[in-house]
């Protein structure tokens, strides 16, 4: 069980414990994770996840689950985030367009070419 925030990514860091005569041992900078419940109101589901307290205080800030991984940046997600930030996506465009999937655009056919008689 890693410690990492499962929308953030956010992981322990590494640094030095300096001592008075400036030694210089190596230490970890662990990650404040807490196991949690957050309620996604587009999807209408409940998701139980691994999250730093900093994440949490960003999504309380963004005003929810919803809101924070539709406005945050990929490069700023974990993969699981990503995954869940598309399938929000994907429920808020089903609901503007009333429920019908938005159809993709065709893909074209080269156009065949003639043979010459010869």
């Known amino acids: 069980m890693s410690r990492r925030c499962d929308l953030t990514g956010k992981e322990a860091q590494f640094g030095h414990i300096v001592s008075h005569a400036e030694n210089k041992t190596n230490r970890r900078f662990k990650v404040n994770i807490h196991h949690i419940k957050l309620r996604s109101d587009v999807l209408d589901r409940n998701f ?70 010869a």
């Open 48 to 117: 139980s996840l691994k999250i730093a307290a900093h994440t949490l205080r960003s999504i309380d800030h963004n005003g929810g689950l919803d809101k924070f991984l539709v406005t945050a940046s990929d490069r700023n997600l974990s993969v699981e985030g990503i995954k869940l930030k598309r399938q929000i996506k994907k429920a808020m465009l089903l609901a503007q367009t009333g429920g019908e999937a938005p159809e993709a655009p065709k893909a074209k056919k080269p156009a065949k070419a003639k043979k010459e008689a």
